[in-house]
C-alpha cells in the first residue's frame, strides 16, 4: 500500500544526507535499531494521534478527520509550500514530535523564497531526547535543499536561547514582532 505523504521523502533525505555530510554533530532518529523515525506528514497520522500532538502546542478546535483530509490534500495540492515533518514512534505507531517549514515566494532577492518554521512541539512524555532539535535541524536542511535565502521564526522569549543554539539571531533594529488576530468562527 502506497503512503500518502504531504511531500515527496526524498527531499527529506537529501536534506538529511546533506546535513550529514556537513555537520560532525547532527542528531538522528533514523538509526538501524531506533524506533522512531523522521518523515514527511502522511494522510493517515490523523489516526496517529497528530492533532493531540499539535494542541499540546496550541488550540486545534474540534478537527473532524474529513477537516484534517481537506487541509491536507489543500497543502498537498500547493506543491512546493508546506513541509510538515514529523517523528513516528513506530512502536506505539504515534506522532511524538513535529515543525513546519513553509516556503514563500517572493519578487524580492532575484525571485528567491524564503522559509518559515513553525508548530514545533513534542510530546509532553517524549520531552528532553532532542526531539526538538532534530526536528529544528532537519527544518533548517531542508531549507538549504530548497535553496531559501533565509528561514525565519517566532518563538518566545523563554525559547530565543534554545533557537539562538541552532544558529538563529536577532537582526538589529529588526527584531519586532506584531500581529493582528482574529477571532476564529467554532465549528
Known sequence: ???????????????????????????SVDDA?????LRPLCLTDYGRGYL????QLT???????????NTFDAMKNNSGTYYIIVVEDT??????????????????????????????????????KRFGKIVV???????RVLNCYKISLECKDS????????GFVREPGNSNYMQI???????
Not at 52 to 55: V, Y
Open 1 to 27: 500500500m502506497a503512503v500518502d505523504y504531504l511531500f515527496d521523502p526524498r527531499t527529506l533525505a537529501a536534506a538529511t544526507a546533506a546535513d550529514d555530510a556537513t555537520r560532525a554533530d547532527q542528531l
Open 52 to 55: 493531540d500532538l499539535l494542541s
Open 91 to 128: 512502536e506505539e505507531n504515534c506522532i511524538v514530535a513535529s515543525g513546519s517549514l513553509t516556503i514563500e515566494k517572493k519578487f524580492i532577492h532575484l525571485c528567491g523564497q524564503r522559509g518559515r518554521i513553525e508548530d514545533i512541539v513534542v510530546d509532553s512524555n517524549c520531552r528532553g
Open 181 to 187: 488576530r482574529f477571532e476564529q468562527p467554532s465549528h
Open 159 to 166: 525559547n530565543v536561547n534554545w533557537y539562538s543554539s541552532m
Open 59 to 69: 488550540v486545534t478546535g474540534n478537527i473532524t478527520q474529513q477537516m484534517y483530509l
Open 137 to 143: 535541524q532537519r527544518l533548517i536542511a531542508l531549507s
Open 33 to 37: 535499531d531506533c524506533k522512531y523515525r
